[in-house]
């Protein structure tokens, strides 16, 4: 049963481990003394088996953040958090992976993961994540947002006045972007023709400075913009 104020997270990690592999440190310090240790009101419900985890939010767990281990039993790549975002699109996940590809991470965002920690982070970046994400923002690590050309002066600018170049109803768009939505399924949630999500998507880009969701997605994380601050009702006070 929730206690009131309390943030209930879902930790989804494999429990097998090859023998002579040596842990890394987030793991080695354990996920959930990490979580249990953050000055957090936190209560951890723990599943090794994705389809446990299925099954209890179908059987009505209610929960603030999913911690996903991408190398979930019995599946591959990114089905995992395909599967997990499918099931359960409304319930934030921060992925956790041994992989630091950065195409991997941006696999992820353009996925709809809030947030990405490789397994080598050390707890207290494990934190800054967890803090970062309940909080409302977008969690890249410091290696994936350091990889390619740093921002232009022009994306810059760009960023500090993104709220006077957005409306309302395209901070919508941009949520349903940040949260991996389709266009399709971004148009039924707003009752929008997809031909008019498509031309806010373009704006969007276009006031950005970037050239895709995903880029998009990087630009706010780099700028500080958190889904709070998108879904301010009033203009004035986003960004």
């Known amino acids: 049963m929730a206690v009131a104020g309390e943030t209930r997270l879902l930790t989804c ?16 310090s354990g996920v959930v003394y990490t ?26 767990l209610a929960v603030d953040l999913t ?8 599946y591959h790549g990114l089905d ?7 099931r359960r699109p409304e319930v934030p996940v921060l992925v956790l992976s041994g992989n630091e590809d950065p195409a991997i991470v941006r696999e992820c965002i353009d996925l709809g993961a809030y947030g990405f ?4 982070a050390p707890s207290d970046q494990f934190h800054a994540a967890l803090s970062l994400v309940l909080s409302g923002g977008v969690y890249l ?13 022009a994306q810059q600018d760009a960023w500090s006045r993104l709220g006077a170049h957005l409306t ?3 901070r919508q768009v941009l949520l349903g972007i940040v949260q991996g939505k389709p266009n399709k399924v971004i148009a039924r949630d707003l009752g929008l023709s997809d031909t008019t999500v498509k031309s806010h998507v373009a704006h969007i880009l276009d006031a950005l400075v970037v050239s895709n969701r995903t880029e998009a997605v990087y ?21």
């Open 67 to 74: 911690i996903l281990d991408l190398q979930m039993p019995g």
């Open 13 to 28: 990690r494999a429990t097998h481990e090859h023998p002579r592999r040596r842990r890394p440190p987030l793991y080695r």
């Open 117 to 120: 920690v490789p397994k080598s």
């Open 168 to 170: 309302e109803r395209q």
């Open 35 to 60: 979580l249990q240790n953050t000055g957090m009101d936190v209560h951890v419900i723990e599943c090794s088996v994705l389809e446990t985890a299925f099954q209890r939010m179908d059987d009505g």
């Open 141 to 153: 690590p410091p290696t994936s947002l350091s990889v390619g050309m740093p921002a232009t002066r």
């Open 219 to 239: 630009a706010l994380a780099r700028a500080g913009v958190s889904i709070r601050d998108l879904q301010a009702s009033s203009p004035d006070s986003v960004f």
């Open 80 to 86: 995992s958090l395909r599967a997990m975002r499918g």
